[in-house]
Nanobody
């Protein structure tokens, strides 16, 4: 079993910053990628950012230059630093990880954390 635990969501004013954290634990042989998706009410889930084992990253165009994804010193942790937040960034943010375990390569999801950007 693999669990992803997220933290760091909340309410922030436009222009403000938040930092999301995600830690994966359990039966993990290796991690292929970790990242964040978000889903607003009535919209499809969209990729926000992903980081690969070699440190390379991908970002949604809408967050480039404002959000930064990074790995923590602790194994299997990932952070999303969100700056210059806009109301349209309001969403539930989900951590995900592509993990190799005894069952092979599988995708796991966190429970989601709400980010609300409003004055």
């Amino acid at each position: 079993q693999v669990q992803l635990v997220e933290s760091g969501g909340g309410l922030v004013q436009p222009g403000g910053s938040l930092r999301l954290s995600c830690a994966a634990s359990g039966s993990i042989f290796s991690t292929y990628a970790m990242g964040w998706y978000r889903q607003a009410p009535g919209k499809q889930r969209e990729l926000v950012a992903v980081i690969f084992p070699d440190g390379s990253t991908n970002y949604a165009d809408s967050v480039k230059g404002r959000f930064t994804i990074s790995r923590g010193n602790a194994k299997n942790t990932v952070y999303l630093q969100m700056n210059s937040l806009k109301p349209e960034d309001s969403s539930v943010y989900y951590c995900y990880a592509r993990i190799v375990n005894i069952a092979g390569l599988e995708t796991y999801w966190g429970q989601g954390t709400q980010v609300t950007v409003s004055s």
